[in-house]
């Protein structure tokens, strides 16, 4: 395994765990697997020299709520706490780890409003899901969509001096919205996880330059673009569960478009004796500023992943990935048509004014859209 060289308490590895999986019924592994398989997962991973990984409190929630959570792109409206299996995934990750004292442990906060000390029982409920008196990394979920920032870093701020939290970082922020949390917050934010793959590179314009100057990191969720650079799947085999299915790059037309970059994945693989999972992993940990996180479904998987940490790509090899990148554009016209309504109602969201604290509920505890 192959580390970050970044100023922080612990090691952090190139190659992490994302749990997402955990418990979550959009993957339809099985009751099972969150029983027995998560489990040998995590400890075959921390065998393996693995330290990084991935949670979320809203990780397991109930798979009919995602419409709920996606229309406000990041921000429950009302008690997202009361959702049915919040926080399944850190409790599961949490009983795996029992007392493992090397691993760096990152989860989420998912915004709510208002903010104020719920952010506290928050983070608290979290540390005991995961079996921890202290987070070492607590990211921000959608920063500064609904909620001001200078708000939701106070209440981190206070988490960080009462030594509940060790490092802040944010997830799906732009530059802008990192550079506004450190201001907020008034010391770094470590980091960002965004989606970063050979088919989603946004990352290489801003994002990836501010992290190698500036002594912060990337985490790529994502980086197998959710098994599509596994090669597994085109328009005669496509994915049956809700997490691939429901996404626009499983549409046939989109895993048409894919088959140059694929083909290119599999004639480097070829050349390593690896899978093109395991290049399209290498390709991703190549940035010194990067840190992966797959999801794994099975033990072998994990070590595949892992092993993609000590494949060295030539420069030829990484040129011809770049081109083969470059020439996929995925058609904006494959989205489903909840993903159509979902950018018109975010793209509203986005210009309605900013809500600040303090807010009173409306009755019975929850918030509507109408009322935005």
């Known amino acids: 395994m192959r580390y970050l060289d970044i100023d922080a308490t612990k090691k952090i ?7 997402w999986q955990f418990g979550s019924a959009e993957w339809n592994y099985g009751g099972d697997y969150a029983r ?6 995590v400890r075959r991973a921390l065998e393996l020299g693995v330290t990084l990984f991935d949670t979320a409190e809203i990780y397991g929630v109930a798979a009919h709520c995602r419409a709920c959570r996606a229309l406000v792109h990041g921000v429950a409206l009302g008690d997202a706490a009361r959702i049915a299996g919040f926080g399944r995934s850190e409790r599961i990750l949490g009983q795996a780890l029992e007392d493992s004292q090397d691993s760096f442990l990152a989860t989420k906060f998912y915004p709510a409003v208002p903010v104020g000390r719920a952010m506290d029982r928050r983070a608290a409920a979290s540390a005991s899901r995961l079996g921890i008196r202290r987070i070492d990394l607590y990211q921000i979920h959608q920063p500064g969509r609904l909620l001001r920032t200078d708000a939701v870093m106070r209440s981190v701020r206070r988490l960080q001096r009462a ?3 060790a490092e802040v970082g944010i997830s799906n922020g732009s530059l802008a919205a990192w550079n ?3 201001r907020a917050l008034g010391s770094r934010v470590l980091s960002n996880q965004v989606g970063y793959s050979l088919v989603e590179r946004s990352a290489e314009r801003d994002l990836l330059p501010f992290a190698a100057s500036n002594g912060r990191f990337v985490i790529a969720h994502s980086p197998l673009a959710r098994g599509l650079l596994a090669g597994r799947y085109d328009r005669w085999n496509r994915p049956a569960d809700l ?5 626009s790059l499983f549409h046939p037309e989109n895993l048409d478009r894919a088959g140059r970059l694929i083909a290119t994945l599999r004639e480097v693989a070829r050349a390593h004796s690896v899978t093109p999972a395991q290049v399209a992993l290498a390709w991703v940990v190549r940035h010194p500023a990067v840190a992966a996180i797959p999801g794994a479904s099975s033990v072998e998987q994990l070590e595949e ?10 420069d030829a090899e990484y040129r011809a990935l770049q081109v083969a990148s470059s020439q996929f554009v995925p058609s904006p016209s494959a989205a489903t048509p909840f993903r159509r309504v979902r ?3 975010v793209g509203w969201l986005s210009q309605q004014p900013v809500l600040a604290e303090p807010w009173q509920p409306h009755e019975g505890g929850t918030w509507h859209v109408s009322q935005l």
């Open 305 to 314: 992943n892992v092993a993609a940490a000590d494949i060295h790509l030539a």
């Open 180 to 182: 506004a949390a450190e």
């Open 13 to 19: 590895s190139k190659i992490g765990l994302g749990t």
């Open 243 to 247: 997490a691939r299915s429901t996404a």
């Open 163 to 165: 030594r509940m939290v």
């Open 36 to 41: 027995e398989q998560a489990h040998a997962i």
């Open 343 to 345: 950018r018109r109602v």
